[in-house]
């Protein structure tokens, strides 16, 4: 750790959730415990959103010698699957994280939330409504105008007690009935005036089959699966907040020991030019505007890893953000800045041109190949070096050559020099173009004098460019990626879907790259900066006869410049 960093690090202040849970340990509540959780529900890949949940959970645990625990919120079988539940568990270890013991399911729950149902039943708590959903929701009032009751909602106990049974075995049809806490229809807070606590639902449920008929709503079962979990915070988004005294209020209910989990909400991520709801990531998918929920334009954790960010990049991210209490939203370039500044120190350099023009070094010997060595990683001095081969026929940059170049074109036309990368100084001499009049090769002459790196008197170049040597050269597929939306807020329009700011640019596959030898056998994930290009990531599309690189990012950073 530098000086700067560990000054930085004592300075670091506490954000308020870190304050709550120091206060909490001091004064000895729970034992001093501390026992977070990430509950995701299974019914979507997570995002970049959840990673700052998880990063929060998981270091808030580490933090203070606790635990978390990962419990799928799994109330919903209609929407769930396994598959999500399984890349959940993937992504959450990807970012570097393990949870507490084997993960937990809200389903686990059923039989316990079941009985204090009944209790609540007995206790004159709770009824059953034998109204359609609309009408529920026409009685609740507004904000400022109180609900209605009910006219189920002074049944009796027995009453109640036979028709939930009934909606238990599955008696009725979907939603002819639900089960509704017996709270206060004129409360202030609409939450309050008798929630759903079961609504009926004849589903296959991935874990619990058909056994239930009935599923608990999220409100019934998520203070309730803390406080089984021995959760102390339950760190959630503010949108929560309004849920927090229902939260309570249901844990009065069931229990009577000093133990309680806590909730406590923070403000949830956005980024700018990006959607972060699950649903509308599905609709992406299942409409096929994206390849699927790892396509590296996903704001995903799986799309973002087949993109090339790494776990580190995200976690430094989700710990420069911080925690906030109210809602705001991030530049997405400072996510690009993350990971840029993470490939800058690990990514070995390499060559590769995307769009290859022909380059003819005419007074170079025939048939000849001499061996250069670049540096790896000019920010990793334990990166070393490489060769890679260099003779008679290159590939260069088509952008790198201009016939009628503008005044401050240091790049490569006729008549100028420039230098080959580690190589020698060249000078344009002459180029040929066919009937359209797109060039076709460049011919160069070379001066043996100019090799870099001799120590010798060079000549004053002013660019310096990529290139590949022709004949070893390997073929390659690479995908440049932009923004997959070309609005700031895609889905802050009121009267405009969000699928009407696509960016119509957001993918440009090339397929006739070159690129040098040894990327001829990259593995899916291997990351390099194509130099002068970007950081690339080899994707799994790669096979024995063609690597794929997906551009992470390029080399620009707006974001710093920006903010400077
Ligand atoms: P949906 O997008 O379907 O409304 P969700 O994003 O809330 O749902 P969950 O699976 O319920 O999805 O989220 C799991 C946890 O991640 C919750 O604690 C939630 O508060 C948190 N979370 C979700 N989105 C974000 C976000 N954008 N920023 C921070 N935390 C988030
Ligand atoms: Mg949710």
Redesign the pocket.
């Known amino acids: 750790m530098s000086v700067t960093e560990a000054f930085e690090k004592e300075k670091k202040v506490l954000n308020f959730i870190e304050t709550i849970v120091e206060e909490d340990i001091k004064e000895g509540k729970n034992d001093s415990r501390i026992h977070t959780r ?7 890949y ?9 990063c ?2 998981f270091s808030i645990a580490q933090q203070y010698n606790g635990k978390c625990n990962l419990r799928f ?1 799994d109330t919903n079988p209609e929407k769930e699957d396994v598959e999500y539940v399984d890349s ?1 568990m993937d992504d959450v270890r990807w970012l570097g994280f393990q949870w507490e013991g084997e993960p937990h399911y809200a389903s686990d729950y059923f039989d316990q939330l079941y009985e204090w149902a009944l209790k609540m039943i007995r206790d004159g708590k709770a009824y059953v409504d034998d109204q359609p959903q609309e009408t529920i929701s026409q009685q609740r009032g507004t904000p400022t105008r109180p609900g209605t009751e009910s006219p189920y909602r002074n049944r009796s106990v027995a009453e109640n007690m036979e028709l939930f049974l009934q909606m238990k075995n599955g008696d009725f049809p979907n939603g002819a009935r639900v089960l509704r806490a017996k709270i206060d229809m004129t409360s202030p807070n609409m939450h309050m005036r008798d929630p759903i606590m079961y609504r009926i639902i004849h589903a296959e449920h991935q874990r619990t089959g058909d056994k239930w008929k009935i599923y608990p709503m ?1 409100d019934f079962a998520h203070g309730q699966s803390d406080y089984i979990e021995g959760i102390t915070h339950s ?3 503010l ?2 907040e309004v849920h927090r005294p229902l939260y309570d209020w249901f844990l009065d209910q069931v229990i009577d020991t000093k133990y309680r989990p806590r909730q406590i909400e ?6 700018s030019y990006t959607i ?6 599905l609709e992406l998918v299942q409409k096929g505007i994206v390849s699927g929920w790892d396509d590296p334009r996903m704001p995903t954790i799986a799309g973002l890893r087949r993109r090339g960010y790494t776990p580190e990049s995200i976690r430094v991210f989700a710990e420069r953000i911080g925690i906030a209490k109210r809602d705001n939203t991030i530049d997405v370039g400072l996510l690009e800045f993350s990971i840029r500044e993470d490939l800058n120190k690990t990514a070995p350099r390499v060559m590769g041109v995307i769009d290859p023009v022909k380059l003819v070094i005419t007074n170079y010997p025939e048939g000849e190949l001499e061996q250069i060595e670049l540096v790896n990683n000019p920010e990793d001095a334990e990166s070393g070096s490489r060769t890679v081969p260099f003779g008679k026929e290159l590939y260069i940059e088509r952008e790198d050559f201009m016939i009628d170049p503008p005044k401050k074109y240091f790049r490569l036309s006729p008549g100028n020099e420039v230098r080959l990368k580690g190589a020698y100084v060249v000078r344009c001499e002459n180029f040929d173009r066919d009937q359209n009049g797109e060039v076709t090769t460049i011919y160069c002459s070379y001066n043996p004098e100019t090799k870099s790196g001799t120590g010798a008197q060079q000549p004053k170049v002013k660019g310096t460019l990529h290139w590949v040597e022709a004949s070893t050269a390997v073929d390659a597929e690479v995908r440049l990626y932009d923004r997959l939306f070309s609005d700031e807020d895609p889905d802050g329009h009121k009267d405009v879907d969000f699928l009407s700011f696509l960016n119509p640019d957001s993918l440009k596959i090339l397929k006739t790259c070159k690129v040098e030898p040894m990327l001829g056998s990259v593995k899916a994930g291997d990351k390099f900066q194509f130099q002068r290009l970007g950081y690339f990531c080899a994707d799994k599309d790669s096979d024995n006869d063609k690597p794929v690189f997906n551009r992470t990012v390029s080399l620009k950073d707006n974001w710093a410049k920006i903010n400077k």
Do not use: Q, V, W
């Open positions: 990430f509950p995701p529900e299974p019914n979507g997570l995002h970049i959103g959840h990673a700052k949940a998880i929060l959970n919120d959940i999220y760190l959630c988004t949108e929560f923070f403000a949830r991520l956005n980024l972060m709801s699950k649903r509308k990531l």
